[in-house]
């Protein structure tokens, strides 16, 4: 089964600092990645997905950034944080062969910007 | 724009109720419509359902998609008061190439109290 690990659990950041969120993937090969962000009051936003190695499709348009170096490795970025960047940020991967169309999420990370 | 409107957006109901959790949607290319339960924590997944008017079941909940009114419900019976979550429906939509994409409602907040 697979296992997905996200970390840091929490962080604190300044406005303006810059951004490192990393996910890794066990138990699977070749996953279809995504990266969500649940903010205060708002539902789950997809944020990027990956479908392969470099590859990556943004949602939606922001100051953040998606990077897949390895095959089971997933990270979000950004340069500049923003106040507006807080939130729960959550890695999801697809379902293996019998689940496809399922889900299924890391532990997430809660971002807090001041 | 793909539009998922969960309700009543919060429920509050005493041990032993039952309860029954709403879930439209309006989207492009649907293939499935997944639920989960979100605690302090990242979601964890219950059902997905494909095929309209049949119910899936899991203990005490259980799920139906009515495909005609692009709609699902929830049901939990004899609440518990570890049932307490945010409950989140999710259509699942083709994008192409054998990827698909979760669109989320803002959830039902249910407590449930002694």
């Known amino acids: 089964s697979q296992t997905i690990h996200q970390w840091p659990a929490t962080l604190v950041q300044p406005v303006g600092s810059p951004l490192s969120l990393e996910c890794t993937v066990e138990?699977?090969?070749?996953?279809?990645l995504y990266w969500y962000r649940q903010a205060a009051g708002r539902g789950l936003q997809l944020l990027f997905y990956?479908?392969?190695?470099?590859?990556i499709s943004s949602e939606v348009p922001q100051n953040l950034s998606a990077s897949r170096p390895q095959d089971r490795q997933f990270i979000l970025s950004s340069k500049k944080l923003l106040l507006s960047d807080s939130g729960f940020y959550l890695c999801?991967?697809?379902?293996?062969?019998?689940?496809?169309?399922?889900?299924?999420f890391g532990p997430g990370t809660r971002l807090l910007v001041l | 724009e793909d539009k998922v409107v969960q309700s009543p957006l919060s429920l509050v109901v005493h041990e032993g109720d039952t309860v029954t959790l709403n879930c439209s949607y309006e989207?492009?290319?649907?293939?499935?419509l997944l639920w989960y339960k979100q605690e302090k924590k990242a979601p964890t997944f219950l059902f997905m359902l494909?095929?309209?008017?049949i119910e899936k079941k899991s203990g005490r909940l259980s799920s139906i998609l009515d495909k005609k009114e692009l709609s699902s419900i929830l049901n939990i019976t004899a609440t518990q008061t570890g049932d307490s979550a945010i409950y989140l429906c999710?259509?699942?939509?083709?994008?192409?190439?054998?990827?698909?994409?979760?669109?989320f409602g803002k959830g039902t907040k249910l407590s449930v109290i002694p």
């Open positions: 999801a991967v697809r379902g293996g062969l019998l689940a496809q169309e399922t889900q299924y």
């Open positions: 138990g699977t090969s070749n996953p279809n």
């Open positions: 990956s479908v392969g190695i470099g590859q």
């Open positions: 989207v492009t290319n649907f293939r499935s």
């Open positions: 494909t095929s309209s008017g």
């Open positions: 999710a259509p699942n939509l083709y994008s192409g190439a054998g990827s698909y994409q979760l669109t």
